[in-house]
């Protein structure tokens, strides 16, 4: 049973000695790819894992019909294997020399602070919609002499334009928040 990264690399290497000549050792070496393939998929491997693991955990009948195929696809996956081990080994040391910056990653962070966040998204959201429409009314209304005609306007014709900018500022406002909080609850998977 599998359950280090350490003895997920050894089945891998052990996998890349077989050299299948029979019918049932074939079917044997596509079960564990498989089993060894689905472990990474469920696991938090899957990330980071390099195609070329993939593919050859993916193409054992190729492998088994084509041996020249074989012999070019086997020192591809080591050296995949082992950039990909060396680059584990990598992260968890800096995850051991400094914890804070190398082992939060921004789910946990999310979910700490997740109202700080949430607030600092819906506003941000909120500011852009309606900065967004703030610019743009504006501009439309110098273009189109609105803003001109309110100094020759009656008091309530300026009173209605005023609560209608309001209200698209608003609006927008509370939209764009709304969408920026729904793209922060699916980034923290809630």
Known sequence: MITTFEQLIKALEAIALVEPTTKEEYESLESKCWELS????????????????WHYLTDVDIRYKDRDYAKLTTPKFLAALHTWHEYEKFKES???SNPMSASLNNKIIFKVYRPFYSLLFVTAGAMFGGGVFFVLSMGLGITTGVVAMCAKAPI????IFLLGFVFGFFTSAYYSGRWAFRHYRKACNI
């Open 38 to 53: 689905e472990f990474i998929r469920t696991n938090h491997f899957g990330n980071n894992c390099p195609s070329e693991i």
């Open 94 to 96: 800096l995850q051991q």
């Open 156 to 159: 309530w014709w300026i009173i």
